[in-house]
């Protein structure tokens, strides 16, 4: 290859070439020394604060053991001596997540009076500007105040609008419009005498690529689209307080049909039952939060409805809840039981202090995870609210419940769930680790208001249920909204891992369809990943070998991943009306404990459950060695 530049003699440095060479010399050799101190006191600098650091780190790990010594628990786990580096890391980990709490309730107690001045300078600059002129222009010193001063602010520039009407339709109705591909899958799932391998209707193509006009056939794979699994095992009866804070995970997830992180839908689910006197009783579920973006999107539960909820107004979601109680036919006497979690619960007081108003008989009302501190509430209807003590959303309004004396009005019961070493702080604020608490008060409920509370819902969670889910979109062909609004999509949960771990469960034998995500939520403690299954046949997940070969498989590929459980949750064709749920967690000890619960619904076969059951239904328990499943990295466990 020739040569870019032609070969020449070497004559020797010119004078201009050393005159720059000394140059280079003179200016470069000083700057070189002057950024080289700099770099080193910098260096200095953070080797100081790194030393500070830690020796306050110290500190502060000895100060909280000697603080969780002198209590009789100790929480969130038992502290041992920080004299070791793992040990000053829990020691740590457990001041932060007492800390924290406490510190969004007092944050939330001052935020008018902290941040009214900016408020009133953005008011007395709405004067001039009317881009900041929005209301209220001086009553800002109250939480309330502030928010609708930031919705205001927030609307004005196409934010946190929520003035939009609802739209209503059965949810099976949204999805045959939204989502024919999983609607054609669910009606085949839920037909008994439907052939035994699901086959989609030629004619079915890709909804997508038909909005852009192209003609395609079915897909190829219609079995790993996304929210097969998790769609089709939609229960059929609420029965208990902790089935209650079940179902509204599965509202919460109906609400994402397609698992794609972006809310489309929001899911109100009516129960009614016909009792003894032919008398009908109503229980209405409101779904949680499901997108963070600020833009209003088609699903109204949103952070623009908890926003707008926080400036003590009604939101579309609210409105929408009440117009789905309209259609549904509840009259004026019948009693109505509504729950929710997180936002869902905010609604349904709003629902519940203006159910007179609305032609409703609102008695009793259960939310978990919900901030109800500025919410005053009829003397009429009996509440219980569930809150974990390190979950910072029930503290955001700045307000404790309020404390009611007699039987009637609102009871608050506080409890610390279970944790592991290395769990994250978002586990405390889900539905499902509420249903772990819920079943704890109902198995031993912490004071007699809440054993007649738990008494007086037992004609609503009662047999010959019926179970209606209804869809609720903001009206204007609003876009879906994703969860958050910058989704920062992680090579290894997404690529790797996830795919990994849906390939590992579909080469067992029989399986049909399955949705894994990752939860951050768990049963007890924490589980980094959720698995939806649907089988042929139940059998393989009864037998404990099998189980055993699942999780180990599932567990290897989570090790680096800092994995401390995993969840499975399985139905099978052969069966309907019964679901199969097993979670394996790791405890602070090291050991492993597997839970395993079996729901039973009205479909199925008394004869069939007693074969696969002989015992009973009753939840099961299991501790297993610490390397019952092999070595699993990432688990700080306690010296």
């Not at 999107?297 to 952070?303: M, Q, S, V």
């Not at 399986?511 to 990752?518: H, L, P, R, S, T």
């Amino acid at each position: 290859m020739t040569p870019q530049s032609p070969p020449h003699l070497w004559g020797g440095r010119s004078a201009a070439g050393w005159a720059a060479l000394v140059a280079g010399f003179v200016v470069g050799i000083p700057f070189a020394l002057a950024a080289g101190v700099l770099l080193l006191a910098i260096g200095a600098v953070a080797a100081l604060v790194g030393l500070v650091g830690r020796l306050v780190g110290i500190v502060a790990a000895w100060v909280w053991f000697a603080v969780q010594r002198s209590r009789r628990v100790p929480y969130p786990f038992p502290s041992p001596p920080p004299v070791r580096r793992r040990a000053r890391r829990v020691a740590l980990s457990g001041l932060y997540l007492s800390l924290l709490p406490r510190t969004v309730g007092g944050a939330a107690r001052l935020a008018g009076w902290l941040l009214s001045p900016l408020a009133l300078g953005a008011s007395a600059a709405g004067i001039i500007l009317p881009r900041w002129r929005a209301r209220p222009y001086v009553a800002v010193f109250t939480l309330p105040g502030l928010l609708r001063k930031v919705v205001g602010l927030g609307r004005r520039r196409g934010l946190l609008r929520d003035g939009h009407d609802a739209r209503l339709l059965g949810y099976d109705e949204f999805l045959a419009a939204a989502f024919p591909a999983l609607h054609d899958f669910f009606r085949w799932w839920a037909d008994p005498d439907a052939q035994g391998r699901y086959r989609p209707p030629a004619g079915l193509g890709d909804t997508t690529a038909a909005r852009l006009g192209l003609r395609l056939g079915a897909p190829p794979d219609p079995l790993g689209q996304p929210g097969l699994a998790a769609g089709a095992m939609r229960r059929r009866a609420v029965r208990s307080l902790r089935e209650i804070f079940l179902s509204q995970r599965e509202i919460d997830d109906l609400c994402d049909p397609d698992l794609d992180d972006r809310a489309d839908v929001a899911v109100i689910r009516l129960v009614h039952r016909v009792d003894e006197t032919g008398g009908r009783r109503w229980i209405v579920q409101l779904p949680s939060t499901k997108s963070w973006h600020p833009r209003a999107g088609a699903a109204p539960n949103d952070l623009t409805a908890d926003l707008v909820i926080g400036t003590e107004r009604q939101a579309t979601i609210t409105r929408a809840a009440v117009a789905t109680m309209r259609a549904a036919g509840i009259a004026a006497g019948e009693p109505v039981l509504l729950t929710g979690f997180s936002l869902g619960g905010m609604v349904a007081a709003q629902i519940a202090l203006a159910a007179a108003a609305d032609g409703f008989t609102v008695t009793h009302l259960v939310v978990g995870g919900s901030p109800l501190g500025r919410f005053r509430l009829p003397a009429s209807i009996h509440a219980l609210s569930l809150e974990h003590v390190l979950d910072i959303v029930p503290r955001i309004d700045g307000r404790e419940n309020v404390v009611s004396r007699g039987h009637a009005g609102l009871l608050t019961v506080k409890a610390a769930p279970p944790l592991t070493v290395g769990f994250r702080l978002g586990a405390l604020h889900q539905s499902t680790a509420y249903a772990d608490t819920a079943a704890v008060v109902e198995a031993r409920p912490p004071d007699a208001r809440v054993a007649s509370f738990l008494a007086e819902l037992a004609p609503f969670l009662g047999a010959g249920q019926h179970v209606d889910d209804r869809a609720a979109v903001r009206a204007g062909d609003l876009p879906p909204r994703a969860s958050v609004p910058l989704y920062l999509r992680s090579t290894v949960e997404e690529g790797i891992t996830r795919q990994s771990l849906r390939q590992t469960v579909r080469r067992i034998a029989g399986v049909i369809a399955v949705d894994v995500y990752q939860s951050r939520s768990g049963f007890a403690t924490t589980v980094i990943w959720n698995a939806d299954v649907l089988a042929v046949a139940l059998g393989p997940w009864l037998s404990r070998r099998s189980r055993s070969a699942v999780y180990r498989g599932l567990l290897s590929l989570l090790g680096r991943r800092g994995a401390v459980g995993v969840h499975l949750r399985v139905q099978a064709k052969r069966t309907p009306g019964i679901t199969w749920e097993a979670t394996l967690q790791r405890t602070a000890d090291g050991r492993w404990r597997e839970t395993i619960d079996i729901t039973v619904d009205d479909r199925a076969e008394p004869g069939e459950v007693a074969r696969l059951f002989p015992g009973d239904t009753q939840p099961v328990v299991l501790l297993h060695p610490p390397d019952a499943f092999g070595s699993v990295v990432g688990v700080a466990l306690p010296r």
